[in-house]
């Protein structure tokens, strides 16, 4: 049974820092894309960032900079340090495998509250 488990979020100010943390089971998580999405109340999903199985990154633009996807295969683990937040990075961030937009699976979530 795949499962892929988020922890990390919570309340921040802004420009203060977060660090997402995503735990895998059930899938040989060396060989898998591995990523980051997120949805705020009453809007669509967003691609946040992913990461190869040989650990090459993209980000969208409206996080790159700020927030550093990476991953440990050994501990089946991909995390996300997200710096400089802003009150629109508040949203409910998702850990993926597979690839974007035609994720595998998902993770239940961790809610990201950013105040200004």
């Known amino acids: 049974q795949v499962q892929l488990v988020e922890s990390g979020g919570g309340l921040v100010q802004s420009g203060g820092s977060l660090r997402l943390s995503c735990q895998a089971s059930?899938?040989?998580?060396?060989?898998?894309?591995m990523g980051w999405y997120r949805q705020a109340p009453g809007k669509e999903r967003e691609f946040v960032a992913r990461i190869s199985s040989s650990g090459s990154t993209n980000y969208a633009d409206s996080v790159k900079g700020r927030f550093t996807i990476s991953r440990d295969n050994a501990k089946s683990m991909v995390y996300l340090q997200m710096n400089s937040l802003k009150p629109e990075d508040t949203a409910v961030y998702y850990c993926?495998?597979?690839?974007?937009?035609?994720?595998?699976?998902r993770g239940k979530g961790t809610l990201v509250t950013v105040s200004s």
């Open positions: 993926w495998s597979g690839d974007y937009p035609r994720i595998t699976y």
């Open positions: 059930g899938i040989i998580f060396r060989i898998n894309m």
